[in-house]
């Protein structure tokens, strides 16, 4: 039982390039997020997915989609990289979105020169 | 504007000493307020949650009191080690179908032995 994986750990891009993040959890949640990480600013939701088939904004949209490709894996897309989106990202799932606890993936640690 | 604070400045301890960390909120209305613990390179682990109607939790050594009226939430450690040295995050829901946590910058706490 692995909980939640991210792939990959560190990636380093230069400005407009793309590349996507991946994540798979294997507890049978319903419910998966994308945060990320900046040092004084704390975690910020970027996309969600309530469940199978559903995606919705978070509070940091821009620049970025998401793909919710089955129950499993929840991916995150950066299509044009920004300096202002190096970060350290963080993939979340829970078994419901709501009062219920989130397990957190290991990070990727994103760096856009 | 909303508002999430803990206290950016970090917590020494010393060993088998409570400690004591503040989560105040600013113009939000949560459900729910749960409380993360964040090591070093790593993904944030749940630790307690607590909704409006309950003023107090506990798990083992841990204890988190939440307070409306105040907008506060204090989260201890009785007791504490230097194992438990950590960055704890604070995070409540976001928006009023509750779909979405709101984090805290987090505090780091140090104990010494």
């Known amino acids: 039982n692995a909980g939640v994986t991210q792939t990959p750990k560190f990636q380093v891009l230069k400005t407009g390039q793309s590349m996507t993040l991946q994540c798979a959890q294997d507890?049978?949640?319903?419910?998966m997020y994308w945060y990320r990480q900046d040092p004084g600013m704390g975690l910020r939701l970027i996309y969600y997915?309530?469940?199978?088939?559903?995606?919705d904004k978070g509070e940091v949209p821009n620049g970025y989609n998401v793909s919710r490709l089955n129950k499993r894996e929840f991916s995150l897309r950066l299509e044009s990289a920004a300096p202002s989106q190096t970060s350290v990202y963080f993939c979340a799932s829970s078994s419901q979105t709501g009062a219920y606890e989130q397990y957190f993936g290991p990070g990727t640690r994103l760096t856009v020169t | 504007s909303q508002k999430i604070e803990q206290n950016s400045e970090a917590l020494n301890i010393q060993e088998g000493k409570t400690a004591t960390l503040t989560c105040n909120y600013t113009n939000y209305s949560p459900a729910y307020l749960q409380w993360y613990r964040q090591d070093p390179g790593r993904g944030p682990v749940f630790l307690l949650l607590i909704r409006e109607n309950e003023k107090e939790k506990r798990k083992e050594r841990l204890k988190v009191t939440f307070d409306t009226t105040l907008k506060q939430s204090l989260f201890h450690i009785t007791a504490s080690q230097p194992a438990d040295s950590a960055t704890y995050l604070c995070?409540?829901?976001?928006?009023?179908?509750?779909?979405?946590?709101?984090f805290g910058g987090g505090t780091r706490l140090m104990v010494k032995p």
């Open positions: 997915s309530a469940s199978e088939g559903t995606t």
């Open positions: 995070a409540l829901d976001a928006d009023s179908a509750g779909n979405m946590l709101t």
């Open positions: 507890m049978n949640h319903n419910s």
